[in-house]
């Protein structure tokens, strides 16, 4: 079946590194790619919309100077948490819709655990 | 997208089918009932999907009332391997953000 993958599943790195995250398609092209964050105990929350060949769309609240997001392809998009903090600490989700049928549903990653010290 | 609104939390015994209700009284016309579950520290897991009418795969059953407004995620027999957090989404198309709220949580006891 449509599979997502993410890479890295988890990242331990210094305040203030940037940390690129990769979402990819591996069997279905994806012209709409989400991210989430998910903070212990909680729900996931959507971060931003991901288009490709476009710029994202954000939710309110989420900076789109700190979390940059690139959709080059119709298999990958990836998204860049700059100047990383301590409270950037987070799990980090990716799914992607299909180009198939209407209701396809989406196919979400594993996650990347973001610890930063 | 319409709202959804789901128990916080259940338990089913191990061999037993677990019935996960939901509700969804502002559903329109043409959206889509999806249920998804996520095991922790992992990725939400597709499980199934539906219109209006019922539907069963390998995972699962979803019984959908006539007046959409309220669906039940049936596993026939649950495993411990069950134990997650399910949600309940209903959309228009795949293509649709994904707005998750606190889902139920399944414990499946030995």
């Known amino acids: 079946g449509a599979v997502v993958s993410q890479h890295p599943s988890r990242v331990i790195c210094k305040s203030g590194t940037s940390v690129k995250i990769e979402c990819r398609s591996l069997?279905?092209?994806?012209?709409?790619m989400f991210w989430y964050r998910q903070f212990p105990k909680q729900s996931l929350m959507l971060m931003a919309t991901?288009?490709?060949?476009?710029?994202?769309?954000?939710e309110q609240g989420v900076e789109k100077d700190k979390f940059l997001i690139n959709h080059a392809s119709l298999t990958l998009s990836t998204l860049t948490v700059t100047s990383a903090h301590p409270e950037d600490s987070s799990f980090y989700i990716c799914?992607?819709?299909?180009?198939?049928?209407?209701?396809?549903?989406?196919?979400f990653g594993d996650g990347t655990r973001l610890s930063i010290l | 997208d319409a709202k959804t609104t789901q128990p916080t939390s259940m338990d089913c015994a191990e061999g037993r089918a677990a019935n996960l209700p939901c509700n969804h009284s502002?559903?329109?016309?043409?959206?889509?009932v999806y249920w998804y579950r996520q095991i922790h520290s992992q990725g939400p897991q597709y499980i199934i999907h539906g219109l209006k009418n019922n539907e069963t795969n390998e995972m699962a059953s979803l019984i959908i009332t006539e007046d959409r407004k309220s669906s039940t995620l049936i596993l026939p027999h649950a495993t411990l391997r069950d134990t997650a957090v399910y949600y309940c989404?209903?959309?228009?198309?795949?293509?649709?953000?994904?707005?998750f709220g606190p889902g139920t949580s399944l414990s499946v006891i030995p």
């Open positions: 799914s992607a819709g299909g180009t198939g049928p209407a209701d396809q549903p989406q196919h």
């Open positions: 989404i209903v959309m228009k198309t795949s293509y649709d953000k994904v707005i």
């Open positions: 502002t559903i329109s016309g043409n959206e889509y």
């Open positions: 069997d279905f092209q994806a012209t709409t």
């Open positions: 991901s288009n490709e060949g476009s710029k994202a769309t954000y």
